[in-house]
């Protein structure tokens, strides 16, 4: 099993590249983001190219006013939105990413379905153009309120309307479990169109060594499941980074012991 480190969450207070160092002298296999956009990319490249990490994925930018958070399914703002793909896409390319999970906002107007799928379209054609891959996470309506896309059924169901295979969903343990719970069997239900996984506590989203999932027995589970990627550690440290990984020199001595 591989871990990666969400650098959206660990090791905060250090610059990226030397966020990406970190996380590779903690026993880290991989590496992620949100928004790396200040950090130089030669230097956020010389780090991954120094340590050997993979960037798996980043996030489109929140957006330029006040409380957005994400525009890809907000009508109105499409230009807007289709210039934050693109910078994500050029950013991400650079530095040698995987995949950029695009945003899509909040907002309840009719429009933004047809809106989403359009600027996800546009997402999906730089994805093929770049090698990489378009991600949905799907949020909850506790930490995202007013968020367009809420719950799993909701990304499955774009996924299958639009039909491209650069789409993919990022399956986050946290709010999986918010909104709806039973987290093997619905992985299990769309394996084939999961790009990512990531975890955190629930309810805390601190360490994934307390509250309600078990993820001792769920991350191999989702490995023999075939989800052959590095799980993604998108959560809050209760104190600092470096104090709250005992979780993961666990999984590396004893996975599956019981011992997280």
Not at 41 to 69: H, I, Q, W
Not at 80 to 104: C, K, L, N, P, W
Not at 202 to 220: F, K, M, T
Not at 240 to 259: A, E, I, Q, V
């Amino acid at each position: 099993m591989r871990f990666s480190a969400n650098l959206g969450f660990l090791w905060t207070e250090l610059a990226l590249p030397d966020a990406i160092c970190r996380a590779k002298a903690a026993g880290f296999d991989a590496v992620e983001c949100h928004w790396p956009y200040d950090a130089d990319r030669e230097a956020v490249k010389a780090a991954l190219a120094e340590t050997g990490l993979p960037m798996l994925g980043l996030n489109t930018r929140k957006g330029s006013k006040e409380g957005d958070f994400g525009l890809s399914a907000v009508p109105g703002r499409e230009a807007e939105a289709r210039s934050t793909i693109d910078e994500a896409f050029d950013y991400g390319s650079a530095i040698g990413a995987q995949a950029v999970h695009v945003m899509a906002g909040k907002t309840s107007d009719p429009q933004a379905a047809d809106v989403f799928d359009a600027n996800l379209l546009y997402a999906c054609d730089r994805a093929r153009d770049t090698g990489m891959i378009v991600l949905l996470e799907p949020l909850n309506p506790r930490d995202a309120a007013g968020y367009f896309l809420i719950g799993l059924d909701k990304a499955v169901a774009i996924i299958e309307r639009l039909g491209r295979p650069e789409l993919k969903i990022m399956f986050d343990c946290y709010h999986m479990q918010i909104t709806g719970g039973d987290l093997l069997e619905r992985f299990k239900a769309h394996r084939a169109l999961i790009g990512h996984v990531q975890f955190a506590a629930v309810p805390s989203r601190a360490e994934p060594d307390e509250g309600e999932i078990a993820y001792h027995r769920l991350l191999p589970a989702l490995a023999a499941a075939g989800y052959a990627g590095s799980f993604g550690a998108e959560y809050k440290p209760r104190g600092g980074t470096d104090s709250g990984l005992d979780w993961l020199r666990d999984f590396r001595t004893s996975p599956g012991t019981g011992r997280v």
